[in-house]
């Protein structure tokens, strides 16, 4: 586990949706780390661009709840996940994935580790689909907080 209660956080949100069981399985790229989108390897269809989803941990600003140095905190902020789709498939399979989601981080979901509570204080929101030329997008906005 990670020594911060930020990097905790972050470790705690990225288990909870590498827990998600989708079918067919979509590969996941995470912050700041090497993904090459996928693409069918073979068949008739070869180079064609597969899902996948992409997610964003945004922190936003720390609350002291307290006056004293040592009072609680609270942290809180946003795990964005980005449903992406090729392009003229329609934005139903998309915008499912996207529900599923939203589903796996329910209001009231809590998470634990390392001395650390995480809660899903709100139900993630399912964005309107954001079409490209070669891809579609839906986002969804999961917002925690975190009294530490």
Do not use: C
Not at 67 to 80: E, P, T, V
């Amino acid at each position: 586990m990670a020594g911060t209660v930020e990097a905790t956080i972050a470790e705690l949100l990225f288990a909870k949706l590498t827990s998600l069981v989708l079918s067919p399985v979509l590969p996941l790229a995470m912050p700041s780390i090497s993904f090459t989108p996928p693409v069918e390897s073979s068949g008739p269809n070869i180079g064609r661009a597969l899902p996948y989803l992409r997610v964003d941990f945004i922190p936003n600003r720390t609350d002291n709840l307290g006056l004293a140095n040592d009072a609680k905190a609270r942290h809180q902020g946003i795990l964005q996940v980005m449903a992406i789709y090729p392009a003229n498939g329609g934005v139903i399979k998309p915008t499912n994935t996207a529900g599923l989601i939203a589903a796996h981080f329910a209001k009231g979901t809590i998470l634990y580790g390392s001395g650390v509570k995480v809660k899903v204080y709100a139900k993630p929101s399912v964005g309107a689909p954001m079409i490209e030329p070669d891809k579609v997008n839906v986002p969804v906005t999961i917002l925690y907080r975190s009294f530490n």
